[in-house]
């Protein structure tokens, strides 16, 4: 088990929500390293710890500052892969060290 931080970047589509107050929610959770929205308001690119807060979280925060618009199919679908992805990397992380492959076989 590894306790450094695990830091990523995700540009999220804001769907009609408010940055600044996207940005208020978001500060105030442990983990968050960076929050820059586009100038036309319409995503952001969050940067935090994986092993503190994970993309659900984020989303959450996100439809919390007043997301209206459903996302198309295809970035569900990538949104789930992206989500997927990070359960993997985390529970690599966090899963205990084993040093089986490094025993020699037994007799020599």
């Known amino acids: 088990m590894t306790t450094d931080s695990l830091v990523v970047t995700h540009s999220l589509p804001l769907r009609g929500a408010d940055a600044r ?8 959770k442990p983990g968050i390293r960076s929050i820059l929205t586009g100038e036309d308001g319409r ?4 940067t ?3 092993l503190l807060l994970s993309l659900s979280d984020i989303e959450t925060a ?3 500052a007043g997301a209206k618009e459903p996302l198309g199919m295809l970035k569900k679908v990538r949104l789930g ?5 990070e359960q993997n990397v985390r529970d690599r992380m966090l ?6 492959c490094n025993r020699p ?3 020599r």
């Open 48 to 50: 935090y710890d994986l």
């Open 21 to 28: 107050k996207l940005t208020a929610i978001l500060s105030a």
């Open 95 to 100: 899963a205990p060290i084993r040093d089986c």
């Open 43 to 46: 995503n952001a690119a969050i």
């Open 81 to 85: 892969w992206t989500k997927f992805t």
């Open 105 to 107: 076989p037994a007799g």
């Open 62 to 64: 996100v439809d919390a």
